[in-house]
Every structure is written in structure tokens, then in C-alpha cells.
């Protein structure tokens, strides 16, 4: 049963220069798009009842309310779901804020990324650490009690005390979720070839990281990047289970397939009912892919569910990595999870578990 959605809405009114994710600032193609769009969820959608949507990007808040509206008006939904939108603080009104809320979207995340000014102009970010603040109050205003504010650590200039101060600044705004994200600059983004000046080593991204555990210890720690109230849709992803993913670009997993729609805007314009490719997963790959996810998640691996779902004795199938590395997990009621000391090599680790 499919209980989740991705949806992609890829405009962006300027590119951020640490930003290698598909988006594109052709606006005006956005109808054609919004079209192609509804095509593919009338094709593929087969009426389930949803847990969750997301809309992600780009910048989600390019769309209008009714745009909103449209699109939410193709599912069907449990009486308990959790709708969310990426928003960008420099497009937010209280009005527009007031007209999400009214759509049925009842969780946002605001992309903060940090509180400096002079950072958010050196990143190409189009708004201000008052704009950001400003949209929480809206969004507070306007009735949303889910809001999830995204931050980078890592970032050019910035020292774990600038990073300290940007999460204790989130936390002064009574929201209920944080999400972080060390900078990693990919090829596809201005800054992979124009590198700048000044940025933090990975010792120092450690401490950044180990500072925001310490920081927001009152937080929900349920995944490797996320504090607070836990997002439902994420959860499903991390739980491996099935999800649509409509736009360009957008990714689903359906019944061990994996896909990925066309990412050019044109070419998904034109096809937006073909995928560009499909990958039936082997019974090895969606084992890998439940370990992989499920020790992101602090509460770590179900070892009874796993050893059912996949016929394996877990404990005897990965026993050298679990010898080799045993000072980094714990073990749980459950099975197992990495600690703070594996989180901060969880990717050499999980590394091991695939073939």
C-alpha cells in the first residue's frame, strides 16, 4: 500500500551557489509544468488514502494558493495526514502564509540555512535573517504548529559559536523541528568551480555537529540530521517503504522498484508519463537499502522484522562488521544503533554493509 507522496516543484527565482539539486529559474514554464504535472498524478495515482505529501524543490513557494489547491485536490487522504511545503522566506506574506493554511497544508519548512547576514549574501541566498524571523511569526499566526526551519553547517566564515548561536536563535522562535545539513559542495553548484575562502575543515564541521546534539538536547534526535517532532513523510522514507514521487526529477519506489522521471523541464514537459529509468531492486539491494536507511534513524535497526522480511540471522550474516565496529553501535531492545561516535562515521560504516 502506497501511503506517501513526493512532489517536486523545480523553479527557483536564482540559484543558490552551494545548491546541486535539479532546479531551474524558467518560471515561465511553470503552467506548462503544473499541466504536465496533473497528467502524471491522473496516470499514475490509484486513489489511495495518504499518510503524507511533500512538496519539495526548488521553491515550492513559487506556486500560489490555488496552484496549492489543484494539486492537493487530486489525492485522497487520511483524516490524520501530514501535508508539507518547502518554503523560502523571501516569498512569504502573512496572507500567503494564511492561504496555505487553508489548502490543508499543516507542516513547513522554512529554509533558513543560517541567521548571518553577511553568510546568507556570500551563499546567494535572496533573503534575511528578519525575513526568516518573519516568516515563522506568519506562519505562527496563520495557525501552523509544525514548523521545521533547515540549516547548513560549514558554511564560509562560520565558527561553531556563529553555528551555536543560529540553533539557541531557532530555538528563541518555539518551533518543532530542526533539520541540518553539513555543506558539501557537489559538481553542478557555482561554488564547485569557484571555490571559496574561509570554510570550516571537517574537524571543525565535527564540532559544529556534536555542538548542535549538545544544543538542542531537549529535541527529538530521531534521524542522523533531524531534531524535534519527527516528520512523518521522512519516517516513511527511512522505514523504506513505498512512495510516489511526481515532477521532474522526483523519485518513487513502488513494490522493490525504484524510478526517476525525466529531469530537464522540457523533456518532462513532453513525457510526463514516462519514467527515464526503473530499477527492480534484487532481494540483496533491498536489504542493504533497509540497513542503510534504517541506522540512520537513532533508533536503529529491528532486527525480528528484518530477519523475517529478508530470512537472514542479521547477528551471523554481518557479524565481522559488527565485531569490527563495535565500539560505535549500541544495542537496543531492538537490535541495533549507531551512537554519537558512529553517527560521526556512519558513512565509512554503512559503506560496509553493501556488497
Known amino acids: 500500500m502506497i501511503k506517501s ?3 517536486h516543484i523545480p523553479f527557483c527565482k536564482s540559484k543558490c551557489r552551494y545548491c546541486s539539486f535539479i532546479s531551474y529559474t524558467q518560471t515561465d514554464l511553470k503552467e506548462d509544468y503544473l499541466n504536465a504535472l496533473l497528467k502524471e498524478i491522473r496516470h499514475y495515482y490509484k486513489g489511495e488514502l495518504l499518510d503524507t505529501i511533500y512538496f519539495g524543490g526548488g521553491t515550492p ?3 500560489t494558493v490555488s496552484e496549492f489547491e489543484k494539486l492537493l485536490g487530486m489525492f485522497n487522504f487520511n483524516e490524520k495526514n501530514e501535508i508539507t511545503a518547502e518554503l523560502n522566506p523571501e516569498t512569504l506574506s502573512q496572507e500567503y502564509l494564511n492561504g496555505l493554511k487553508s489548502t490543508g497544508i499543516n507542516r513547513i519548512s522554512i529554509g533558513c540555512q543560517t541567521f548571518d547576514d553577511n553568510i546568507l549574501k556570500l551563499i546567494g541566498r535572496r533573503h534575511t535573517s528578519k525575513q526568516a524571523e518573519a516568516a515563522v511569526k506568519f506562519a505562527q499566526n496563520a495557525g501552523f504548529d509544525n514548523i521545521s ?16 548561536d543560529d540553533l539557541k536563535h531557532a530555538l528563541s522562535l518555539n518551533i518543532a523541528h530542526i533539520s541540518l545539513y553539513g555543506l558539501k559542495i557537489d559538481k553542478g553548484c557555482y561554488f564547485y568551480t569557484h571555490r571559496p575562502q574561509n570554510l570550516p575543515d571537517e574537524d571543525i564541521q565535527a564540532d559544529m555537529y556534536l555542538k548542535a546534539i549538545e544544543i538542542l538536547k531537549d529535541f527529538n534526535h530521531y534521524e ?9 513523510h521522512n519516517l516513511n522514507y527511512w522505514n523504506n517503504n513505498n512512495y510516489y ?17 525525466f529531469e530537464t523541464l522540457e523533456k518532462y514537459i513532453q513525457n510526463p508519463l514516462n519514467h527515464a529509468f526503473e530499477t527492480l531492486l534484487t532481494k540483496q539491494q533491498r536489504l ?3 540497513i542503510f536507511l534504517g541506522l540512520r534513524k537513532t533508533s536503529g535497526l ?17 557479524s565481522n562488521i559488527l565485531k569490527k565496529y563495535r565500539d560505535f553501535f549500541v544495542k537496543t531492545d531492538s537490535g541495533y544503533a549507531l551512537n554519537t561516535r558512529g553517527i560521526m562515521v556512519s558513512s565509512s560504516i554503512l559503506s560496509e554493509f553493501l556488497d
Do not use: C, W
Not at 149 to 164: A, H, P, R, S, W
Not at 245 to 261: K, L, P, Q, V
Open 302 to 318: 529491528d532486527l525480528s522484522k528484518i530477519n523475517k522480511k529478508f530470512n537472514i540471522d542479521f547477528e551471523k550474516k554481518y
Open 245 to 261: 514521487g511526481f515532477g521532474a526529477a522526483a523519485h518513487g519506489y513502488i513494490e522493490s522498484t525504484r524510478y526517476s522521471n
Open 5 to 7: 507522496a513526493y512532489i
Open 224 to 232: 542522523i540530521s533531524n531534531f524535534g517532532k519527527p516528520s512523518r
Open 149 to 164: 526551519l533547515d540549516f547548513i553547517y560549514g558554511l564560509l566564515n562560520q565558527t561553531v559559536k556563529m553555528f551555536e
Open 288 to 290: 542493504e537499502e533497509e
Open 61 to 63: 513557494s513559487l506556486l
